[in-house]
């Protein structure tokens, strides 16, 4: 499985960005996409997430701005950011995985695309 990544840049606070991100290859066993980051100097963390029953999963920091969308046929899924702060600057990775019993197996990431929220 391969994920293609697509968005991000430099945008000022209380701005807007799109993230997209497509998995191709071996995707019959993918029931869970989603968004990490990793800011500078701190662990990566989980952003956002939509399994193939279309529920979802959104860090604390990030309700009520990011929203989520996915495909489940075509293994896609949107990021969309708005009201961005500057500490949602980082590099945005997509995620891929199976989910079973509460966890992920089979972890697949996308290349890195770098978040700046700066004026």
């Known amino acids: 499985v391969q994920l293609q990544a697509s968005g991000g840049g430099l945008v000022q606070p209380g701005g807007s960005l799109t993230l997209s991100c497509a998995a191709s290859?071996?995707?019959?066993?993918?029931?869970?996409m989603g968004w990490y980051r990793q800011a500078p100097g701190k662990q990566r963390e989980e952003v956002a997430s939509?399994?193939?029953?279309?529920?979802?999963y959104f860090a604390d920091s990030v309700k009520g701005r990011f929203t989520l969308s996915g495909d489940n046929a075509k293994k896609t899924v949107a990021l969309q950011m708005n009201s961005l702060k500057p500490e949602d600057t980082g590099v945005y990775f997509c995620?891929?995985?199976?989910?079973?019993?509460?966890?992920?197996?089979?972890?697949?990431w996308g290349q890195g695309t770098q978040v700046t929220v700066s004026s």
């Open positions: 939509i399994t193939s029953g279309g529920s979802r």
């Open positions: 995620h891929a995985g199976r989910k079973w019993a509460g966890k992920v197996f089979d972890d697949v």
């Open positions: 290859g071996n995707i019959f066993d993918i029931n869970i």
